[in-house]
C-alpha cells in the first residue's frame, strides 16, 4: 500500500538540467532516509545520495564535489528531490528513488520506485 512515484526524468543536452522528484504515498507512518541511485545497463545500481529526514545528506564520492548535484526533500509532502545541472553524457541511467518507511503497521520497510530515464546527449 505504499508508492513512491517518481518524475522529471527525460532528455536533455549536456550541461543542461533536470530536477527529479520523488513522492511517497500510502499507509506510511514516517519516513527514515531517503535516496537516489543510478543504474546504466550491465552495471549494479549505485548510490546518487541520501537524504535523512533532519535533512542530513550524503553523496557519492562520483557526483562530490559537483555543485551541481544537490538533493532535498519536504517532508511534510513525503516528497524528495534530486537538482541535477551541469549534466554530462556519463550521468545517462535510470533513476530511481529509495526510502526507508515505517508503514501504518509499524513495519520498517525499503521501498523502490519504478525508476524514471535520465538521457544526457552531447
Known amino acids: 500500500q505504499v508508492q513512491l512515484v517518481e518524475s522529471g526524468g527525460g532528455l536533455v543536452q549536456a550541461g543542461g538540467s533536470l530536477r527529479l522528484s520523488c513522492a511517497a504515498s500510502?499507509?506510511?507512518?514516517?519516513?527514515?532516509?531517503m535516496g537516489w541511485y543510478r543504474q546504466v545497463p550491465g552495471k549494479q545500481r549505485d548510490m546518487v545520495a541520501t537524504?535523512?529526514?533532519?535533512?542530513?545528506?550524503?553523496?557519492a564520492e562520483s557526483v562530490k564535489g559537483r555543485f551541481t548535484i544537490s538533493i532535498s526533500r519536504d517532508n511534510a509532502n513525503k516528497t524528495v528531490y534530486l537538482q541535477m545541472n551541469s549534466l554530462k553524457p556519463e550521468d545517462t541511467a535510470v533513476y530511481s528513488c529509495n526510502a526507508r518507511i515505517w508503514t501504518a503497521l509499524g513495519k520498517l520497510l525499503n521501498y523502490w520506485g519504478q525508476g524514471t530515464q535520465v538521457t544526457v546527449s552531447s
Open positions: 500510502g499507509s506510511i507512518s514516517r519516513i527514515n532516509v
Open positions: 537524504i535523512t529526514s533532519g535533512g542530513e545528506t550524503t553523496y
